[in-house]
């Protein structure tokens, strides 16, 4: 692996250091930013996209024929780093839409799906969400029970969802559900497209303890979806939750914007405190900025590793765990250590005029505690590595 660009590479990464400085909205970063009120964001947000779309930044590593831009792996790594430098707005929809949507329906969808959905995914028209988890089936997916009753031309669909990530501004659901209802586990399961403003949609946010609302309760009653929305076979729905799951784990680039964040720290550190003193002058501070550092560059290798093994041809797996707990027990170390540095204070949040950096950090600490959770726990990562890599038992 040489982690130095060759000609194409350096000349993609000039390309897009260009674009971004051409297009991000005047004084970005500095005087401007994403608007904090959440409609607004959303709009903001889908203005960002077209523009990305039109610029030929979106769907970067999808097929052309599907409006991507066929890069490759490398390039996909550019991208991730170069967006994280620039600090651009968060992509709306990427962590869904295009990371898990586009490639599965590319995989598995019919012609049909793949014409009417995949182009307003990269153009930021359709909000799409991932209706997977359940209150009793979260890392068990397989003992989820809402259920589709197939009638005639239509499924009838009741149950419900939850953890439903922007539920509350998608048009859109990939929903997982029992066809079957003999079934048990992963036997039986369909895989369906929901339009989310079907009548029998309860969509109800969850406060989460950063203030804002991310995600929701997402209940169905009696909806009815035609079956032209089944994605693959009737009942063999486990097969496509595969393809949408190896997608899921298998994202690489976090590493880039928490390079930043840890950049941003140290910087922090060497201000002034109210008493003159600079968190920086203590040794202790500085070896534990230089212990994130170093675990930043193996970060950084693990990810550039993993890229590698994919671009020969290897498919996402054991690898995908280790970057994730690396990547999110990391992510929650540098938090906890902003407010260690940074003082009581740094936990006052945004709004309030004590606030220490526009409440910055206290936000990051704790939105930085769904890292081990979300896209499968650091538990079940390190059984897939026990299992898969080590080759221990299972119980
Ligand atoms: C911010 C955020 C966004 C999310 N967005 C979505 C979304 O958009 N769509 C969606 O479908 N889901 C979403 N989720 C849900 C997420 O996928 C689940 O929370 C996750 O899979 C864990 O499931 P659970 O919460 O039911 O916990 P459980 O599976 O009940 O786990 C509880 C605890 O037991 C541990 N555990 C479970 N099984 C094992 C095992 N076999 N061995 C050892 N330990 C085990 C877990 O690690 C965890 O600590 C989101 C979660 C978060 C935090």
């Known amino acids: 692996m040489d982690l130095h660009d060759n000609p194409e590479q350096a000349s993609f990464r000039a390309e897009l250091r260009q674009w971004l400085a051409d297009n991000l909205p005047a004084g970005w970063g500095k005087t401007v930013r994403e608007p904090d009120d959440p409609e607004a964001l959303v ?17 970067l590593d999808w097929p052309s024929e599907y409006g991507g831009r066929g890069a490759s792996l490398a390039e996909s790594m550019i991208f991730g780093e170069e967006y994280a430098l620039a600090d651009a707005p968060n992509m709306i929809n990427m962590s869904v839409g295009a990371a898990l949507v586009g ?5 598995c969808g019919s012609d049909e799906q793949k014409r009417r959905f995949l182009e307003p995914v990269l153009k930021g028209e359709d909000i799409w969400c991932q209706g997977f988890s359940e209150p009793g089936a979260g890392s068990d997916l397989a003992s989820l029970r809402t259920r589709a009753d197939l009638e005639g031309d239509h499924f009838v669909v009741n149950g419900q969802k939850t953890w439903t990530s922007f539920a509350h501004h998608s048009q859109w659901c990939i ?12 036997r039986g399961l369909s895989f369906l497209l929901v339009d989310m403003n079907s009548p029998g949609i309860t969509v109800r946010p969850l406060k989460e303890m950063t203030g804002h609302e991310w995600f929701n309760e997402v209940f169905f009653d009696q909806v009815s979806v035609p079956r032209e929305n089944l994605v693959g076979e009737l009942h063999q729905g486990w097969n496509v939750v595969m393809t949408t799951l190896a997608h899921e784990r298998g994202s690489s680039s976090q590493h880039a914007r928490l390079a930043l964040q840890l950049d941003r720290l140290a910087q922090a550190a060497r201000e002034p405190r109210a008493d003159g003193s600079r968190a920086a002058d203590d040794p202790l501070v500085r070896q534990r900025l230089a212990d994130f550092a170093g675990r930043m560059m193996i970060l950084r290798m693990s990810a550039w590793r993993h890229a590698s093994t994919l671009d020969a041809g290897g498919v996402p797996g054991a690898e995908g765990s280790t970057l994730k707990i690396l990547w999110s027990e990391l992510d929650q170390e540098v938090k906890s250590a902003a407010i260690d540095l940074l003082g009581p204070r740094a936990m006052i949040p945004a709004g309030d005029p004590d606030a220490v950096d526009e409440g910055y ?3 990051e600490l704790l939105w930085s505690r769904a890292a081990t959770i979300y896209a499968g726990t650091s538990e079940v990562q390190r059984n897939i590595i026990a299992n898969r890599v080590l080759g221990l038992p299972r119980r």
């Not at 709009?43 to 769907?59: N, T």
């Not at 490639?103 to 995989?107: C, E, F, H, K, Y």
């Open 43 to 59: 709009a903001f947000l889908k203005q960002w996209q077209l523009k990305l779309y039109e610029g030929g930044w979106a769907g």
């Open 103 to 107: 490639p599965t329906l590319i995989a």
């Open 175 to 186: 929903l997982v559900v029992r066809t079957d209802p003999e079934s048990e586990r992963h």
């Open 361 to 363: 950090w206290a936000y």
